[in-house]
T-cell receptor, first 117, second 115 residues
Framework: GAGVSQSPSNKVTEKGKDVELRCDPISGHTALYWYRQSLGQGLEFLIYFQGNSAPDKSGLPSDRFSAERTGGSVSTLTIQRTQQEDSAVYLC???????????????FGPGTRLTVL | AQSVTQPDIHITVSEGASLELRCNYSYGATPYLFWYVQSPGQGLQLLLKYFSGDTLVQGIKGFEAEFKRSQSSFNLRKPSVHWSDAAEYFCAVGASGAGSYQLTFGKGTKLSVIP
């Protein structure tokens, strides 16, 4: 079946512009995650959505970052007034669900490479 | 909070040689442990995972890993490396317990394979 998809695959923007990154999770997966992968820094957790619960935004680096998930499916990560340090690969993942006593395996999309000039 | 250390930033091996990538974690209880591989321009693909039970886990592409609680380690191994294994490898830990979901990743080990 279809995996997690992300768009665009690459985005080049100018400093100060806003950008939107999109994630389509695997059908039926209720949990959705955003991570950021900076050069040499590994993956950094940004935000987590589970069903209709309030998202966990604890990983968002600043108030310029926000995310929403419409209809419990597609998610959009928005970065306002982009800075050069926002340049990174933004990865989305989804899993069957959360809120249980067992960890749910996360499936990752190919990522969006963001370059801020 | 949990953490993961991958001590080797870059490893080079010859094709056909054995491979071991190191991973050490810090977590107060029994963790969930994962190894992911990321090929250039690709997303992360799960190689194997440890949740409980047998401490030696088998994964895809001929990889295996062993959970050693006493050493807080989860090293990845492969007996004979193929050129197509050249990629970046990430170890990750997930917290156990109700409602847990967050993965904490190491910074990755880049594997180069000499033909």
């Amino acid at each position: 079946g279809a995996g997690v998809s992300q768009s665009p695959s690459n985005k080049v923007t100018e400093k100060g512009k806003d950008v939107e990154l999109r994630c389509d999770p695997i059908s039926g997966h209720t949990a959705l995650y955003w991570y950021r992968q900076s050069l040499g820094q590994g993956l950094e957790f940004l935000i987590y959505f589970q069903g209709n619960s309030a998202p966990d935004k604890s990983g968002l680096p600043s108030d310029r970052f926000s995310a929403e998930r419409t209809g419990g499916s597609v998610s959009t990560l928005t970065i306002q007034r982009t800075q050069q340090e926002d340049s990174a690969v933004y990865l989305c993942a989804s899993s069957v669900g959360g809120g249980s006593s067992s960890f749910n395996e996360q499936f990752f999309g190919p990522g969006t490479r963001l370059t801020v000039l | 909070a949990q953490s993961v250390t991958q001590p080797d930033i870059h490893i080079t091996v010859s094709e056909g040689a054995s491979l071991e990538l190191r991973c050490n974690y810090s977590y107060g209880a029994t963790p969930y442990l994962f190894w992911y591989v990321q090929s250039p321009g690709q997303g992360l693909q799960l190689l194997l995972k440890y949740f409980s039970g047998d401490t030696l886990v088998q994964g895809i592409k001929g990889f295996e890993a062993e959970f050693k609680r006493s050493q807080s380690s989860f090293n990845l191994r492969k007996p004979s490396v193929h050129w197509s294994d050249a990629a970046e490898y990430f170890c990750a830990v997930g917290a156990s317990g109700a409602g847990s979901y967050q993965l904490t990743f190491g910074k990755g080990t880049k594997l180069s394979v000499i033909p």
